[in-house]
């Protein structure tokens, strides 16, 4: 059963069956050349609001292994993809001016795309100096999420494109994700199962 907190924004409502700490585990498969790597991780993810129209989200990984190597961090932004006006915040720290827009379920039924989802963008930050920016889109228990676009300081290492898929199968979020690295086109890299954490 997903619990909507009533403070919820309009906006978050079609991804609000996210909301909250997740856990579980899961599996990296990768290969490069002739070395293959293979290996289960656990992982944490947080999917949290503070009252604004985007989901703030972190996520952390672990080898399963006796010593619970660190495995990967990620944070990032969550939010329905339209065009922002002058009752949005921003940019940087200038507030909004006037009426916030999309404060109704009916306002933001609006944004609903033709397909019968609705358009978001997920900007996702890693500490060994790649971000990414992904466009996809909602549509009820299910995420399809590609990169528009892949940053990276000059020291890290390549990694050029990704996919990730996120749905809500009987109480679990899982979630695959497709990476072009390290001169690979684009092929499965990890997949998990999380279960939803009190």
Known sequence: MIELPTDLPAELVPLSWLIGVWEGSGVVDYAVGEEHTQLEFGQRVSFSHDGEAYLNYSAAS?????DRTPLTAETGYWRLSRTLVEGDPGPAMLPGQGTRPFGTPQAVETLRASSGGFDIDVAIIHPDGVSELYIGQV?????DLATDAVVRTAGAKEYSAATRLYGLVEGHLL???????????????????LAKVD
Do not use: F, K
């Open 62 to 66: 672990w080898v399963l292994d006796d």
């Open 139 to 143: 549509n009820g228990p299910r995420i």
């Open 175 to 193: 979630w695959a994700w497709d990476i072009a690295a390290l001169g690979q086109e684009l092929r499965t890299h990890a997949s998990a199962r």
